[in-house]
Structures are given as C-alpha cells and as structure tokens.
C-alpha cells in the first residue's frame, strides 16, 4: 500500500545545534503536510508545500515529488521545539488520501 | 475562523459500549477524515469522506463505521467497543490545494 518511511524515528540535539528529518515516499505524493505535536497532543502544522521549498523562523522544509521525499530542517534548536514531529502526504489526484509517517521525537538538551 | 471542532475532547466506556465521536468543520471543505493515533505509530486513517452521504475506507476500518450527514458533520461509530480502540483520536477536513486542518482530538478509553 501507499507508505510514508519518516527518519529517523528519534533524535536528540543540543540547543543551539541543527539537523533535518525526512521522509521517503513509495509513491507519487501531490503534496506534503508537516506537522510538530506537543506535549498536549495537538498537531501543530508547520509547513504545507505541494511544492520547493517554505522557510519560516528556524525551520524550512522541501519538497521534491519527482524524487519522493521531502525534508525539514531545524537550526539553532531551542527547547521548546522537543516534540515529536510527523509528515503527512496526500495520495494521487482524484484521491485525498493523506498518510502519515510513524514520527520522528525530537528531543533538545540544554 | 476555519475550525474543526472534535466532541468530546475525553470519553471512558466500557468493553461493549456504543460510542459515537462527533466533527464539524466550518471551512467549506469537501473532505473529511477520520484518524487514530497509537504509541509507536503516526496517526492512521480509518475512514474519510468527499462530501455528505459519502464514505471511503481507511486503512484500519476494522470496528468502526463513519457517517458523513453534511458537508459539515463527520461521525465516528464504535458499536462494540473494545479495549484495543483505547487510542487519540483526530478529525481533520480538507479542501481542493489547501493544507488539512485538524483538530485538537478525542481521547478515548475503553476498560
């Protein structure tokens, strides 16, 4: 079936550092959601590219959907962007099935 | 505001209840979704709809039924509630280019 394959499923970073998460898709996906859940559980959306490249603060996230993948990057890591970040992707045209990948938990040390 | 708004936000049966998760959404869109979210795993689809009177199946249908009675309104069915549908559950909609929307979730617990 249709899969979203998200790394790595746990990371641990140093404030000020960096790094990126990926996810690897087994089909052609039209679009990409990302997403950073917090400690209440809310799906906090971070990025939605159907598309290139979306900067904001800190993070920015790619796209590429003629290689199926996209990534997120996070710099200068802060405490409170621990957390346990998803990408969800929406399947096909003609088909809005969104899947997610299984979630990387990210999280930052002092 | 564009909103999806899941109720109850908690809900505790028993093994055998009938529970019924509601979702609105206020943003005009055509899609619906209905998602579980278990430790270990990302969420995963058990149901979404394209518009009223519609229903398509997820990837893990099994135990539950949907009914899209408006644009507005998903329901979530468990006739039979069994400990292993303990989980978060979420709500999201969508529309033609536009990123989902979710809400905030339902958490549920079968004993």
């Known amino acids: 079936g249709d899969q979203v394959e998200q790394s790595p499923s746990a990371l641990s970073l140093h404030e000020g550092t960096g790094s990126a998460l990926r996810c690897n898709f087994t089909t052609t996906m039209r679009a990409v959601q990302w997403f950073q859940q917090n400690s209440r559980g809310s799906l906090i959306n971070l990025f939605y590219l159907a598309s290139g490249t979306k900067e904001n603060g800190r993070l920015k996230s790619t796209f590429n959907s003629k290689e199926s993948y996209s990534t997120l990057h996070i710099r200068d890591a802060q405490l409170e962007d621990s957390g346990t970040y998803f990408c969800?992707?929406?399947?096909?045209?003609?088909?809005?099935?969104?899947?997610f990948g299984a979630g990387t938990k990210l999280t930052i040390k002092p | 505001e564009a909103a999806v708004t899941q109720s109850p936000r908690n809900k505790v049966t028993v093994t055998g209840g009938n529970v019924t998760l509601s979702c609105r959404q206020t943003?005009?869109?055509?899609?619906m979704y209905w998602y579980r979210q278990d430790t270990g795993h990302g969420l995963r689809l058990i149901h979404y709809?394209?518009?009223?009177?519609?229903?398509q199946i997820g990837d893990v249908p099994d135990g539950y039924k949907a009914t899209r009675t408006t644009q507005e309104d998903f329901f979530l069915l468990l006739e039979l509630a069994s400990p292993s549908q303990t989980s978060l559950y979420f709500c999201?909609?969508?529309?033609?280019?536009?990123?989902?929307?979710f809400g905030e979730g339902t958490r549920l617990s079968v004993l």
């Open positions: 709809s394209y518009g009223a009177g519609n229903l």
């Open positions: 943003n005009s869109h055509n899609y």
């Open positions: 969800a992707a929406e399947v096909n045209y003609g088909n809005e099935k969104i899947t």
């Open positions: 999201a909609s969508s529309g033609d280019s536009q990123a989902p929307l």
